[in-house]
């Protein structure tokens, strides 16, 4: 792959669509036409293959009993002809409304052209006729058509409310188009099409405004598009439709399965359009994954069994204006904004809470034995212990807090730890693991043992075994269950000890959270002020201390006092960035993209710090990624997650799902056979353009 083509939204299965507002003239349909045909250019110079344009917009939507004029209607069947013939240059689709006389009937129509000539038309089914509305006094719907094929400038055209248009060049793209009060029936005409296959779903409106409306088109919209798992474009009229009893805002949107990519400028004074990049490909997995969407397609297939699909050909576009046309979150499982920031680790915490009230209820156990280090994650499971304990009326001293330090633990960590659990109110005890650990590698015949400073595999999994080793036999003798620890992103990439070690407990509450959202369910916890002062200050401190699971001495196999303050290895040396693997976790996990396409995101989120939106509370540190450090780090996640790590996700305990973003489970979101291969993912990777 060349770099030209890796750099294009569409190699990896994004489309640029657009919604134009065009200014418009009541009854003139030249001056109409005029301004289409300019919105249509400026999109497609864009990179848009797509533009939609407002209801009836040919004409404007105001013009009432003018609609019964031969000379209106004749003006605007020479202005569809003349936009169909612009489009044999432009290289895009336009969905443009009119009036169309069709068997002696009037009917509100789209009409779909491309590649010279008008692929289809396709009339309004729903004619409002309340409130404001009259349309049943000029329309007639298109249940009421005997027609399938009307005569356009000498040219048979498919014409019905049944229609797709299905582009050869790409094709995942498959467009269907609904007129305004289409969309606010109980079934509209959409959920058929996208049952039938499209993809992209277009509603040309005029929509007046009045007050909470735009509110209301909003979650409309966004519904609709969630419901469907489709793009969904809605645009209305603007300035120049007839005021005499209404207003216009000429509110254009763009949505992608339930979320908004662009909105438009509302009473804005002039033409305008707004355009994104529709993810098509999350589109098609998200239908292929949820599999109840099939089964509907199964249930209403004699209803879908006569629609018809207008194939055409729509040139991909070689430049694209401005890179990605949308926003990629650095941060997937965070949001940026900090009111729905603090509003997800609410929910999260009292997911994780609530479910460990349950483990301890339905196990009958009076105690919670857990093991903290001074570190980010056995500090989140033991606040979530704390809630726990609080909401079931126990005394926190119910909760065994155990810190073991070894040969590599720092004197920050071990102090944190006690501050910490002090903080809490836990019972709190210190069991140096040391001896045993030596005992151990004495019996291993390890050359630690004689004194040489020998820091393998083994060196470090006998301290993390020792930890679980005791932490297990403490449950038992004191009457409790263990709480395990370890996050979403360690499970991702295998950093954890296999059976006696960290991968094990009784219950883990942390097990579907990722490492970079424990660390802001930390913070909130801070600046709520759950733990008094001196609880906030130490969890402050925990959160600035690197993450490491100190089992390699920095300089001496010492701990506690006199201990070295900074530790001897750090784990994003090993497996690379958090941050950036939480990024290469997501969209591998929830979405199943290939790596090239995972890699061009990671590129569009992380390329350069000044680009998007931060949260803001952590960090300090704004790190960018080049391209050759994102594939670096990916191919580590890659033959991690694919070929070395399944075999512990296989039996991991159990725990609580969190988020959309998934779980690890096998008995949940992931199963995988322990023995797969990673090839297929790493030749992909290889498509990159990057040294």
Same mark, same amino acid.
């Given at each position: 792959?060349?770099?030209?083509?890796?750099?294009?939204p569409?190699?990896?299965g994004?489309?640029?669509l657009?919604?134009?507002?065009?200014?418009?003239?009541?009854?003139?349909?030249v001056?109409?036409?005029?301004?289409?045909?300019?919105l249509?250019?400026?999109?497609?110079?864009?990179g848009?293959v797509?533009?939609?344009f407002?209801e009836?917009?040919?004409?404007?939507?105001?013009c009432?009993d003018?609609?019964?004029?031969?000379?209106?209607?004749?003006?605007?069947?020479r202005?569809?002809?003349?936009?169909?013939?612009?489009s044999?240059?432009?290289g895009?689709?336009?969905?443009?409304?009119?009036?169309?006389?069709?068997?002696?009937?009037?009917?509100?129509?789209?009409?779909?052209?491309?590649?010279?000539?008008?692929?289809?038309?396709?009339?309004?089914?729903? %004619?409002?006729?309340?409130?404001? /509305?009259y349309?049943?006094?000029? $329309?007639?719907? !298109? *249940?009421?058509a @005997?027609?399938?094929e009307i005569?356009?400038?000498?040219?048979?055209?498919?014409?019905?409310?049944?229609?797709?248009?299905?582009?050869?060049q790409?094709?995942?793209f498959?467009?269907?188009?609904?007129?305004c009060?289409?969309?606010?029936?109980p079934?509209?005409?959409?959920?058929?099409?996208?049952l039938?296959?499209?993809?992209?779903?277009?509603?040309?409106?005029?929509?007046?405004?009045?007050?909470?409306?735009?509110?209301?088109?909003?979650r409309?919209?966004?519904?609709?598009?969630?419901?469907?798992?489709?793009?969904?474009?809605?645009?209305?009229?603007?300035?120049?439709?007839?005021?005499?009893?209404?207003?216009?805002?000429g509110?254009?949107l763009?949505?992608?399965?339930?979320?908004? %990519?662009?909105?438009?400028?509302? /009473?804005?004074?002039?033409?305008? $359009?707004?355009? !994104? *990049?529709?993810? @098509?490909?999350?589109?098609?997995?998200?239908?292929?994954?949820?599999?109840?969407?099939?089964?509907?397609?199964?249930?209403h297939?004699?209803?879908?069994?006569g629609?018809?699909?207008?194939?055409?050909?729509?040139?991909?576009?070689?430049?694209v204006?401005?890179?990605?046309?949308?926003?990629v979150?650095?941060f997937?499982?965070v949001?940026?904004?900090?009111?729905?920031?603090d509003a997800?680790?609410?929910?999260?915490?009292?997911?994780?809470?609530?479910?460990?009230?349950?483990r301890?209820?339905?196990?009958?156990?009076?105690?919670?034995?857990i093991?903290v280090?001074?570190?980010?994650?056995?500090?989140?499971?033991?606040l979530?212990?704390?809630?726990?304990m609080?909401?079931?009326?126990?005394?926190?001293?119910?909760?065994?807090?155990?810190?073991?330090p070894? $040969?590599?633990?720092?004197?920050?960590? @071990?102090?944190?730890?006690?501050r910490?659990?002090?903080?809490?109110?836990?019972?709190?005890?210190?069991?140096?693991?040391?001896?045993?650990?030596?005992q151990m590698?004495?019996?291993?015949g390890?050359?630690?043992?004689?004194g040489?400073p020998?820091?393998?595999?083994?060196?470090?999994?006998?301290?993390?075994?020792e930890?679980?080793?005791?932490?297990?036999?403490?449950?038992?003798f004191?009457?409790?269950?263990?709480?395990?620890?370890?996050?979403?992103?360690?499970?991702?990439?295998?950093?954890?000890?296999?059976?006696?070690?960290?991968?094990?407990?009784h219950?883990?509450?942390?097990?579907s959270?990722?490492?970079?959202?424990?660390?802001?369910?930390?913070?909130?916890?801070?600046?709520t002020?759950l733990?008094?002062?001196?609880?906030?200050a130490v969890?402050?401190d925990?959160?600035?201390?690197e993450?490491?699971?100190?089992?390699?001495p920095?300089?001496a196999?010492a701990?506690?006092?006199g201990?070295?303050?900074?530790?001897?290895?750090?784990?994003?040396?090993?497996i690379?960035?958090?941050?950036?693997?939480?990024?290469?976790?997501?969209?591998?996990l929830?979405?199943?993209?290939?790596?090239?396409?995972?890699?061009?995101?990671?590129?569009?989120?992380?390329?350069?710090?000044?680009?998007?939106?931060?949260?803001?509370?952590?960090?300090k540190?704004?790190?960018?990624?080049?391209?050759?450090?994102?594939?670096?780090?990916?191919?580590t996640f890659?033959?991690?997650?694919?070929?070395?790590?399944?075999?512990?996700?296989?039996?991991?305990?159990n725990?609580?799902?969190?988020?959309?973003?998934?779980?690890?489970s096998?008995?949940?979101?992931?199963r995988?056979?322990?023995?797969?291969?990673?090839?297929?993912?790493?030749?992909?990777?290889?498509?990159v353009p990057?040294?």
């Amino acid at each position: 792959m060349t770099e030209h083509e890796f750099f294009n939204p569409y190699t990896h299965g994004f489309a640029r669509l657009a919604v134009a507002v065009p200014r418009n003239r009541v009854a003139d349909p030249v001056f109409n036409t005029a301004e289409t045909l300019r919105l249509y250019r400026e999109t497609a110079a864009d990179g848009a293959v797509l533009v939609a344009f407002p209801e009836l917009g040919l004409s404007a939507y105001t013009c009432d009993d003018l609609f019964h004029q031969a000379a209106l209607l004749d003006a605007c069947e020479r202005a569809l002809l003349e936009i169909a013939a612009a489009s044999r240059d432009i290289g895009a689709v336009a969905v443009v409304g009119l009036p169309l006389r069709v068997d002696h009937r009037l009917f509100n129509c789209a009409a779909v052209v491309a590649d010279g000539r008008v692929l289809g038309v396709l009339p309004k089914t729903y %004619l409002p006729n309340y409130g404001e /509305f009259y349309e049943g006094r000029q $329309f007639n719907g !298109a *249940d009421t058509a @005997l027609a399938t094929e009307i005569v356009l400038g000498g040219q048979r055209i498919p014409f019905g409310a049944d229609l797709l248009f299905q582009s050869r060049q790409l094709p995942l793209f498959k467009l269907h188009v609904e007129i305004c009060e289409d969309v606010w029936v109980p079934i509209p005409p959409s959920s058929y099409a996208a049952l039938a296959g499209a993809t992209v779903l277009v509603n040309l409106s005029a929509s007046n405004i009045t007050i909470g409306k735009s509110d209301y088109r909003h979650r409309l919209v966004s519904l609709q598009s969630a419901r469907c798992l489709a793009a969904y474009l809605y645009t209305s009229a603007g300035i120049g439709e007839s005021t005499t009893d209404l207003a216009w805002d000429g509110q254009a949107l763009i949505y992608e399965g339930g979320d908004m %990519l662009a909105e438009s400028e509302r /009473f804005r004074n002039s033409s305008h $359009f707004v355009a !994104a *990049d529709v993810d @098509l490909e999350r589109l098609s997995r998200e239908r292929m994954r949820q599999n109840s969407f099939g089964t509907s397609v199964h249930k209403h297939r004699e209803a879908l069994a006569g629609w018809r699909t207008v194939e055409f050909e729509l040139p991909v576009p070689s430049q694209v204006p401005h890179g990605l046309l949308r926003q990629v979150a650095r941060f997937p499982y965070v949001p940026s904004d900090a009111a729905t920031r603090d509003a997800r680790c609410s929910e999260v915490f009292n997911i994780q809470v609530q479910s460990l009230v349950q483990r301890i209820e339905a196990a009958r156990i009076g105690k919670l034995v857990i093991g903290v280090s001074g570190g980010l994650d056995s500090t989140h499971a033991l606040l979530v212990c704390a809630q726990a304990m609080d909401r079931l009326g126990k005394p926190r001293s119910d909760i065994l807090g155990f810190t073991m330090p070894g $040969f590599a633990t720092t004197g920050r960590t @071990l102090a944190q730890a006690h501050r910490l659990m002090a903080s809490i109110g836990c019972t709190a005890r210190e069991i140096d693991i040391r001896p045993s650990c030596r005992q151990m590698l004495e019996d291993l015949g390890h050359p630690f043992a004689q004194g040489e400073p020998q820091y393998d595999i083994a060196f470090e999994n006998v301290q993390a075994g020792e930890r679980t080793s005791h932490l297990f036999r403490l449950a038992n003798f004191h009457g409790g269950i263990v709480v395990g620890t370890g996050d979403l992103s360690e499970l991702a990439l295998g950093w954890c000890t296999y059976g006696v070690g960290d991968h094990m407990s009784h219950y883990n509450v942390n097990a579907s959270v990722p490492k970079t959202l424990i660390k802001h369910l930390v913070h909130w916890v801070e600046t709520t002020k759950l733990l008094g002062d001196e609880g906030s200050a130490v969890l402050r401190d925990i959160l600035e201390t690197e993450v490491s699971p100190e089992l390699i001495p920095a300089d001496a196999p010492a701990a506690g006092e006199g201990a070295s303050t900074q530790p001897g290895q750090r784990t994003e040396d090993t497996i690379g960035p958090y941050e950036l693997q939480d990024f290469h976790l997501y969209y591998t996990l929830r979405y199943g993209f290939r790596p090239s396409k995972v890699a061009f995101l990671a590129h569009a989120a992380w390329g350069d710090r000044a680009r998007g939106r931060w949260p803001d509370d952590l960090q300090k540190e704004r790190n960018e990624y080049g391209l050759a450090d994102i594939k670096r780090h990916l191919g580590t996640f890659l033959f991690r997650f694919f070929k070395t790590s399944q075999f512990k996700r296989s039996c991991v305990p159990n725990s609580p799902k969190v988020g959309s973003g998934g779980s690890l489970s096998p008995r949940g979101d992931w199963r995988a056979p322990s023995d797969s291969e990673a090839e297929v993912w790493l030749e992909d990777l290889k498509r990159v353009p990057a040294p």
